[in-house]
């Protein structure tokens, strides 16, 4: 699988100009506002989460902010969206403000559970990926794929 990791300020003209069917996974900051992002019709589908940007490291600070978390849930809803798309596009969007942070988590996480390998991604210095978001999704995966005992 193939992963294209945006800002905001590029997802629209990725998707003027995309050639490839692919999936959008997307993030917004709460409180902010966005212009509306038109897919092309290579998307076959998008998911989006109103979540902050928060590392494990200032997960107290933001409790006290009320920040909006990541959550197993999303995961899980990652998951189960990718699950439904992967046999169908070799392409994985994944977008927030900067495409350095919770975009990069979750295409880390996805890449190394669809390809067995993230290092390009982990090893690029352009991005640092939401340690919680990568976290969540490869233990919920792990989950998913435990054998139950009988």
């Not at 969206?81 to 880390?108: E, H």
């Amino acid at each position: 699988m193939n992963f294209k990791i945006l800002g905001y300020a590029d997802i629209q003209d990725f998707e003027n100009t995309v050639k490839e069917p692919h999936i959008l996974i997307f993030f917004r900051t709460p409180s902010r506002n966005y212009q509306p992002v038109y897919t092309s019709e290579r998307c076959f589908d998008f998911l989006g989460f109103c979540v902050h940007d928060i590392h494990a490291k200032d997960t107290e600070a933001w409790q006290r902010q009320g920040g909006v978390f990541f959550t197993r849930e999303n995961a899980n809803q990652i998951l189960d969206f990718v699950d439904k798309y992967k046999n169908q596009v070799d392409l994985i969007v994944t977008q927030c403000d900067m495409g350095i942070s919770r975009s990069s988590g979750v295409a880390a996480a996805l890449s190394k559970i669809l390809n067995g390998n993230n290092d390009d991604i982990l090893n690029n210095l352009k991005f640092v990926p939401n340690d919680i978001i990568y976290k969540l999704i490869l233990e919920e995966y792990r989950k998913r794929n435990e054998i139950q005992p009988n």
